[in-house]
């Protein structure tokens, strides 16, 4: 008798130990504290029975798992210290409480689900690759806002210069995880039902990868003493030729290659950082290289480097911050900065075209909270009160954009009613609203039908009901 198995349990079962079994499987996003941004490349993740009825609707938002991400903007824009400020979100929750992230996991989980325990000796780690020498731990430590035992414990800075320097990296950061890390369950389940199980995320920065020396091109190596040594101006030269450039962009296509297979494989979350340079025009008629940037703009590494990202976030500085300057924005005294406005260029885990504001002060770089202050008061989502500012249904506390790390820590509650507050604020913003909205009607009209069916007229459905409708606003 032939027994009944879907192809993904046969590829499954045809694969040795060490192998990659194919699965299929719903992908998860880490969220970074900066809201509008995580929502602008979010997603709604919807979970259905074996009828095809949806059970319940995750808001999947923030940076994919295992997925290259290039951050471009022109010089000064923050490109590091937005990098390092993601970084250290996605892996914070995994780095504190681990144990909490399990039970979470669990509790998300059907109740037939067994999570099997799994040892976990390894930290999550932030390996920065700094082709440019010049970014201190100091700094890192101060965006990060780790203490000197996470930030010993928890990011690497490899100063490098060559491609093959990046590929000797991402090799110790994948036999690091294989051997210390094993893969757990997720807080989520994916579309089918069944636990997400992966490895912890970790994150790889490429600082930058326009200062990034390809070996068999421009390594400073080839320069050797002798009559017929290759020289600086000899390599120069040959760089320049059309030859160089086509082996230049064929190195560039395997490096991505490359980083994307193994950021995909090992839940490696790498940000690519660029900048947006000048591009000359084509007999005198400027030109633009890809959709998401202006004419006359060009970011390196050729098409093939667009094309492999998963994502590509451009930020445009677009006002100053400082308290003396009178067409700027007043943040409070002795803070300096300023405000960008960050765009998804290119994104495959949204189709929207959102854009959000971003602030960035001398004390903490971009900073969460305040960006999200910033953008709720720029949309008029924050309420007013003469010149302070209030959450909606929280008009016991006020505060204005100078005070509110202050009011924040005498009430650290409010940080709660804050991300609710923006939860809905937020989900406008992610592809098939209306779809993910009727589900979610459809699961609560099915439950308060199912009570009061079950509690007929009693004086206590109408309590029961409002309690569940609370249940699934919250």
Known sequence: MIQ???FGKFLSD???????????????????????LDYNAGSYLTVYDEDEDPIYTYH?????????NVIIAKSQGGKTTLALALASAIITPYMKDFEFIRNMSMK???GNTKVKEVPFDGQPIIQILDTEKTLPVDYVKKVSQFT?????????????????DVIKCLEQHVRYKTTHMQKVQMPMLDMYGNPIMEYPPTVMILDSSSQLLLEDCDDPAMIKKGKNAATISSIYDSNVQNTSGARRAKVITALYSQLVNYADRFNIIIFSINHINKMLP?????????????????IGGGEKAIYLANTILRLDVIKNVSSTGSTSINLGEDVSGFISVASWIKSKTNSKSNTCQLVYTDRAGYDPLLSNLYQMKTDGDLKESGRFLYVPGREDVKFTLKNFREVYGEHPDLLVDIYRCLRDICAKRLDNPDRAAQHDKKLMDDVRKDIHDEFGKSEDVNDMDDMFAELINS
């Open 148 to 164: 000197n035992k996470q930030t010993k414990s928890c990011i690497m800075i490899n100063p490098i210069t060559t491609d093959k």
């Open 60 to 68: 999947n938002v923030g940076i994919q798992r295992g997925s290259v």
């Open 282 to 298: 084509i007999n005198g008629i400027p030109v633009k290289q890809y959709r998401g940037l202006r004419a006359g703009e060009t």
């Open 14 to 36: 045809s694969f040795k130990q060490n192998e990659i079994p194919v699965v299929s499987t719903s992908k998860i996003q880490y969220p970074t504290g900066f809201e509008y």
């Open 4 to 6: 009944d198995m879907d």
């Open 108 to 110: 998300h989980a059907r």
